[in-house]
Nanobody
Framework: QVQLVESGGGLVQAGGSLRLSCAAS????????MGWFRQAPGKEREFVAA???????YYADSVKGRFTISRDNAKNTVYLQMNTLKPEDTAVYYC???????????????WGQGTQVTVSS
């Protein structure tokens, strides 16, 4: 069982930055694909970014060039650096872990509890 704990959310003005962290328990973190998703009020959860164990990175078009995903396997932590934030980035952000090499958009095995990001205009 893997537990994921997100942190770093908060309230920021448009154009500002935040860095989210997701700390994972367990000894096999380095083998997981790690993803970030978000869910805005009244909307479905959507993919934001993912990083494979190999280091291959994927981004949603809506965040490409503004967000950066990274991982520190020594600390069992994945990060999401969010720059040039927009009001439409407001959502609860979740990290997720995937054991296999499945789709980066689905089939995650473990989820965190989420952290709120609010971007004011």
């Amino acid at each position: 069982q893997v537990q994921l704990v997100e942190s770093g959310g908060g309230l920021v003005q448009a154009g500002g930055s935040l860095r989210l962290s997701c700390a994972a328990s367990g000894r096999t973190f380095a083998t997981y694909t790690m993803g970030w998703f978000r869910q805005a009020p009244g909307k479905e959860r959507e993919f934001v970014a993912a990083i494979r164990w190999s280091g291959t990175i994927y981004y949603a078009d809506s965040v490409k060039g503004r967000f950066t995903i990274s991982r520190d396997n020594a600390k069992n932590t994945v990060y999401l650096q969010m720059n040039t934030l927009k009001p439409e980035d407001t959502a609860v952000y979740y990290c997720a872990a995937q054991r296999g090499g499945g789709s980066i958009y689905s089939t995650y095995d473990y989820w965190g509890q989420g952290t709120q990001v609010t971007v004011s205009s």
